[in-house]
């Protein structure tokens, strides 16, 4: 074929062309629009719900017929709002350091000393995370009753405090910094102590980052240790508090949704506010070198 029959006729679209232009970027756009308004979907959904009457809850029409702001103040008349909220945030705040400083540490351990057996430690220390949390479940309830740390903050803190995943991502990130940086600290005098807290643990930073956001989230969040864990009403957490609207008397899933809604929203501007620094930790502790 000749080079004048490969042209397009004049007048006529090139599909091809277009399809290699803006074809593609349609399509690809397209599909992302459609994910994004699948998930955006429940929480929409969820948030009108919170402003409905219980009777219109289960209703095809999503928008209420009778605006009901008062289900937000009614949360905090029928169950201790605030105070669950100050245990979980209290809790996940301090699970967060706990899991920063032992990881840190621990990648730090892994990383970029050498003593023997440390790429044998930390395969078996990578292996936990195959065994389901259910499995370890009894366990750690056993530890806890014999530690007497039953209905108690630390009983919540305490075991959440150490993470392999954790330790894996820091590891992971402090490989990409240099050695070098190691060698000049060591000609100055530095000592590993010194080296991890003035020279590896800054340039760490957006994986630290990464893992608290992580952290923070999860811990938050968490509903079946806390369940099995906290029998007394103050020392519960928002996720089991919530279950008062849910009795053997009926759900009340307006006032489920409108605490739902105050539960989530701030956890959605933590994540707005942290995303840069949370995409370039993965990107950065997920390769070497």
Known sequence: ???AARQPVEGTPFR???????GRFVVSHAVLVLLAATTLLPFLWMVLASFKP????EALNPIPSEWRPGNYPEVFRQISFGRYYFNSVFVAAWVTFLQCLTCS????AFARLRWPGRDTVFKLYLATLMIPGVVTMIPNYTLMVRLHLLDSYMGLIVPASFSAFGTFLMRQFMLTIHPSLDEAAVIDGAGPWQIFRHVILPLARPGLLALMVFTFLGTYGSFFWPLVLIKSDPLRTLPIGMLFFDTVYGK???LLMAASVMNIVPLIVLFICTQKFLVKGIQ???VKG
């Open 1 to 3: 074929m000749t080079r």
């Open 284 to 286: 950065l502790g997920a």
């Open 105 to 108: 540490m621990a990648g730090y």
């Open 16 to 22: 091809g062309t277009w399809w290699r232009r803006r």
């Open 252 to 254: 009340q899933t307006n």
């Open 54 to 57: 219980l009777a219109e809850v």
